[in-house]
């Protein structure tokens, strides 16, 4: 699981949030399918959505697509923001069968976020990706998980309880060790710092061409980058999203992600009248 419910839709949002102005970069919010009694629903949370208004940027919700809708919706994208979710990618994905069925998979994102993360890098189109995106990007790019890091040694259990209040489980879990000379320290600058941490699966083997910008204690990835991609990315296992005005880590990362969005905008776009 990466991550839990939250039981109210204005739990975490960013009081400061605004709407954007005219002109903002647009960033693709690709939605999980969700069950809601006996219909599917499209499901974003709030948190993310703010996020991106906190970047600067338009946040466009985005249903699941087909293949063949990819390029359409990414020459309307300046920016790609993955979230987190309760279910995990499905590990069919990267040569392996599910360990523990409870789990739930979503096969509808996987199918279309994973060309997606392909072509958006492709294109230089600035991602971020947090918690199930960062997973999503590895295996996108030829990676594998661990399905259940605390059953891998030498690694932490990772989890939340889903017995503690929301703000708990989303409080701070553990430092990372920013790894020296690589974008996430040049835009954190501070050689550590505390994050949360609410995710069952993460990176097993890292994908070519995939540099890794953070570590946990225990040594699992919690952060890495493209690294010679043409545009702007990031990916983390934390949620940096949560309450994310008044974390000076996360408005550096968001504040990061915006100026490469408008930088794309302004090189790929015409001025608006």
Sequence with gaps: MSE??????????????????????????????RPIGDHGFHVAGRKYVDAVRLAGALPLVVPAAHADEVDALLALADGVLLTGSKSNVDPALFGETVHDARLPLDPERDAWTLPLIRQAIARGIPLLAICRG?????????????????????????????????PVQYGPAHPVEVVPGGLLASIVERPRFEVNSLHGQGVARLAPGLRVEARAPDGLVEAFSVAEA????????????????????????????????????????????
């Design 134 to 166: 960062l997973q999503e990007a590895n295996v996108a790019l030829g990676g594998s998980l661990h399905q259940a890091v605390q059953a891998v040694g030498p690694y932490h259990d990772h989890r939340s309880r889903d017995a503690d209040p929301t």
């Design 4 to 33: 839990p419910e939250v039981p109210s839709v204005t739990a975490g949002v960013p009081p400061t949030a605004r709407a954007p102005g005219a002109g903002a970069p647009v960033v693709l919010v690709p939605a999980c399918q």
């Design 230 to 273: 043409k545009g702007f990315n990031l990916c983390v296992q934390w949620h940096p999203e949560w309450q994310a005005a008044g974390n000076p880590v996360s408005m550096r990362i968001l504040q990061a992600f915006g100026a490469a969005c408008r930088q794309y905008r302004q090189r790929h776009r015409a001025p608006v009248p």
